[in-house]
């Protein structure tokens, strides 16, 4: 399968060319719209590294997070522990590596005819991640020892992403050293709870969430709203 990871919107052209292009490259491939509004590339790299463990090895994950699209970044494939990641050498891949515990590295040399400036998710990245999945390595490219990811921070003490009910993702894998701590969040003490019915409506709490990340929330209310958190605002545990 392929999994689209993009920060384009659900609405507009660029979802639905990008994925015309995979149905016409690798038709019988499950084509799904796994993530579309992405933050900036680093925090959105801790949500990928969390949501691609979920798919099975041979999974191919289309990650077009790239706001230097047409400049001088490369056009990257990583493959790390067996599943695949096609996008731009930015950043946004390298927590995925970081955390992997076997990893390579392509760089894409092969260009189309066609490749416009301004949407390489399209023209490069898509044709790539079609031929992968149908396991074709004929396109122009070469191994490369990649990002030096070796003191790249695995976890990140911050919010890196807010879903549709305003509640807060953190890149903090969740270790059970963390269990009943407080959680200080904008100069705020949020207390744990294992679900939203355990706290009072109005209440914000941090849980450890599907994903088996640290996630603040308000019982019947949006944690961004409510605290006025925004991506990058740092968390702690307190001792």
């Given at each position: ?20 292009v ?35 090895e ?36 390298n927590t ?33 991640a ?10 122009e ?21 807010f ?11 969740y ?15 949020v ?43 740092s ?5």
């Open positions: 399968m392929i999994l689209l990871f993009t920060d384009f919107g659900p609405a507009g052209p660029y979802l639905g060319q990008m994925e015309a995979l149905r016409l490259n690798a038709p019988g491939v499950d084509v799904i719209h796994l993530v579309s509004d992405a933050p900036a590339p680093l925090p959105a790299g801790y949500l990928l590294a969390a949501l691609c463990r979920q798919f099975p041979g999974s191919v994950f289309l990650s077009v997070v790239d706001p230097g699209v047409g400049g001088d970044r490369q056009a990257l494939v990583l493959e790390a522990d067996g599943r695949w990641f096609v996008g731009p050498g930015n950043g946004l891949l995925v590596a970081a955390q992997a515990e076997s990893r390579r590295w392509l760089r894409i040399d092969w260009r189309p005819a066609r490749l416009s400036a301004s949407f390489h998710g399209r023209d490069l990245f898509a044709p790539v079609a031929r992968i999945a149908k396991r074709d390595f004929g396109w490219h070469q191994a490369i020892d990649g990002p030096d990811v070796t003191a790249w921070p695995a976890d990140r003490a911050s919010i890196v992403y879903d549709h009910y305003g509640n807060a993702l953190t890149g903090l894998r270790r059970s050293e963390f269990a009943e701590r407080v959680l200080r969040v904008n100069d705020r003490q207390p744990h709870a294992d679900v939203f019915c355990a706290v009072e409506a109005g209440a914000a709490f941090w849980y450890r969430n599907s994903l088996d990340l640290v996630e603040v929330a308000v019982n019947r209310g949006r944690a961004d709203q409510a605290l006025d958190l925004a991506i990058g605002d968390v702690v545990f307190e001792p």
